[in-house]
């Protein structure tokens, strides 16, 4: 029920033309940075996937059928099944060094402390990254897909998004990267009572929309971030079909994750502060990323910066 639920919000987003050329603008402008000789049929791939999305639901939301032409686009446009495509190959490579060592560079300006709990780890790159960078570092997450190298880090994989299995007090800071909207909202307070029991900190980073006109970073922001200050001009309700059509896009195709959990539990900034202050953590930074950079998949991202009450 969840997933048809999940579906039926990205069939309806793919109604609405203005939301669809604003995702495939972001999409393309996130991969002009990074396949070179290969943008133009990169940015093809784009276009015509976006078409044949939207085509499906011309007539109506049909999940059914997104379901079909997502799965023909895994199989015939981005091709993951063969590891040797140029796609694959490059969007490899970000994933294994790019992106890890962008993270790294930034987490070092705003880890509170030294050791660290990657809630939601996925492959573990990153973590792999950390534990080279003088971290000592423990994973979990609820699939495990990790890469060889960071199979050498503590892991413990969860049977659930609430059954974190690691001691009270044992890190100083849980590290939750754009991993809370993937979570059901029933599952939220628990998810983030027991982080809370966990480590003393959290260093959290979330797809979020509706900024307050004196977020700490967002003036500069807009004043590099042509993509910011279009999202930002949109309706908030277009705001949320933007985020989610980004997410569907970037986790079911470009990564080839059809199956994973995506609610669109999406909130405002000032919705994380209260919810997470109601769960034992107080925010004391919320510093603006908007569309970053060097990022292949963009998306109006925030950093959160919490402590426990």
Wanted: proline share 4%; net charge negative.
């Amino acid at each position: 029920m969840k997933q048809e639920l999940a579906l039926r919000t990205v069939a309806g987003t793919l109604r609405n033309g203005d939301v669809v050329d604003f995702v495939k603008t972001s999409v393309k402008a996130g991969y002009r940075e990074f396949f070179g000789e290969f943008n133009d049929e990169v940015c093809g791939m784009v276009d015509q996937s976006f078409d044949r999305l939207s085509r499906s639901q011309c007539d109506g939301v049909d999940p059914a059928r997104l379901i079909e032409v997502t799965s023909a686009l895994l199989d015939d446009t981005f091709r993951k099944s063969d590891s040797s495509f140029w796609f694959s190959r490059i969007y490899h490579l970000y994933k294994t060094e790019t992106k890890p060592e962008g993270d790294f560079q930034t987490l070092q300006k705003l880890l509170p402390g030294k050791s660290v709990l990657d809630y939601g780890c996925g492959s573990g790159y990153l973590d792999a990254r950390l534990a080279k960078g003088g971290y000592k570092v423990f994973i979990t997450d609820v699939l495990d897909y990790r890469y060889e190298e960071a199979r050498q880090l503590p892991f413990v994989q969860m049977s659930s998004a609430t059954d974190i299995g690691y001691p009270d007090d044992s890190v100083d800071v849980a590290l939750v990267l754009a991993v809370l909207h993937h979570i059901n909202p029933d599952d939220l307070p628990r998810v983030i009572q027991r982080l809370r029991k966990v480590a003393r900190h959290a260093l959290i980073k979330e797809d979020t929309y509706g900024w307050p006109e004196r977020a700490e970073g967002l003036a500069d922001c807009l004043r590099t971030q042509v993509l910011l200050r279009t999202f930002l001009g949109m309706t908030l309700e277009r705001q949320q079909q933007v985020l989610a059509l980004i997410d569907f896009f970037a986790n079911a195709i470009a990564q080839g994750i059809p199956e994973m959990n995506m609610p669109f539990a999406f909130k405002t900034v000032a919705e994380w502060e209260q919810v997470l202050l109601e769960n034992g953590f107080r925010v004391t930074r919320s510093i603006v990323a908007g569309f970053e950079p060097a990022r292949m998949h963009k998306s109006c991202h925030v950093w959160l910066v919490c402590e426990r009450t």
